[in-house]
């Protein structure tokens, strides 16, 4: 893959990574009780690490596997770099359903 390709690839993923977090911390306090933030606030950070660990290995053990296969080709880079849009997609998906009622 051309460097110039994977560097464009890597700021938008930065991009959506920016995007997605505080979003997800503004929903989390939004639906917690009052006087119950600071619990939900550490929940996230508790849970969103190690999630985010635990991706990018399964990530990186899918693409060395792909590419200790002898493939050459963009699958290994296809799969390794599809795998962690898929909790960012559910995320996305899922949001709509959680959405705070205006006053």
Do not use: E
Not at 90 to 102: H, Y
């Amino acid at each position: 893959m051309p460097a110039p390709t994977a560097a464009s690839t890597m700021v938008i993923a930065a991009v959506g990574m920016g995007a997605l977090a505080p979003s997800l911390t503004l929903l989390s306090l939004a639906h917690s009780p009052a006087g119950r933030q600071g619990c939900a606030g550490g929940a996230k950070q508790t849970t969103q690490n190690p999630g985010q660990i635990g991706v990018l290995g399964l990530a990186s053990a899918v693409f060395n596997l792909f590419a200790g296969v002898g493939s050459s080709g963009p699958g290994g880079y296809g799969a390794a770099f599809a795998l962690p849009l898929v909790p960012s997609v559910m995320a996305a998906v899922l949001s709509a359903r959680t959405r705070v009622a205006q006053a």
